[in-house]
């Protein structure tokens, strides 16, 4: 879980941790004031705060970055039309302003652009985009087998988004509620650290 904790919560959580066993000692000697007793069970409660949300935060970025792998490229080179020579070069944007993986093929040593963006929500895009295109390509005097084929691809494009829409639509919904939350409790960090930091002073001029 430490792994799982930004800076300054383990920073804070430290300073807990100080408080928790300087309690401990106090009632050990019977010395354990109801002031020291709030501050205590605040220490407590907002420790296990901390620990909740690093872990909520954990498990909303790790689906992000599952989804973000979601989609698989399948390229091939334009020139041998093969795949198992294909190294990754890089990411570049494209006209549309999509993400694509751009590859070199040591087989025909060409480098070249793949034209399928490499990540969900541009695909959403590039899927509207082909449905559309598929849809004007439809007419009366097309090969009837052409027609046929292009006619069943429609709606299985069409499912393939409505699947995905949703699934990034509350992904994204889950990052943005994480982030106003992260500016939450980076605040509250911020406030009862100074608030213990300042009773940690008082603490060890009170002890000399």
Avoid at 57 to 80: F, G, H, M, V
Avoid at 94 to 121: A, V
Avoid at 157 to 174: I, T, W
């Amino acid at each position: 879980m430490n792994n799982a904790l930004k800076a300054n919560e383990r920073e804070l959580i430290k300073l807990i941790r100080f408080f928790s066993k300087r309690a401990t000692q106090l009632m050990e000697t019977g010395e354990l004031t109801a002031a020291h007793e709030q501050l205590t069970q605040a220490c407590q409660n907002l420790e296990t705060q901390l620990l909740t949300h690093a872990s909520n935060r954990t498990a909303i970025l790790t689906k992000r970055e599952r989804l973000e792998k979601l989609i698989e490229d399948n390229a091939q080179c334009p020139k041998c039309h093969k795949a198992d020579m294909l190294k990754k070069q890089g990411v570049t944007t494209n006209e549309h302003g999509w993400k694509c993986n751009t590859y070199r093929c040591r087989r025909c040593n060409t480098s070249f652009t793949w034209n399928r963006p490499n990540n969900p929500w541009h695909m959403v895009a590039f899927l509207e985009l082909y449905i559309k295109e598929l849809e004007g390509t439809l007419t009366a005097d097309m090969e009837p087998s052409l027609r046929q084929h292009t006619e069943a691809a429609i709606p299985q494009l069409q499912d393939s988004l409505f699947r995905l829409q949703p699934v990034l639509q509350d992904s994204d919904e889950e990052v943005q509620a994480l982030e106003e939350k992260e500016r939450e409790m980076d605040k509250l960090i911020h406030q009862f650290k100074n608030y213990l930091l300042i009773e940690k002073i008082k603490l060890d001029t009170y002890q000399e």
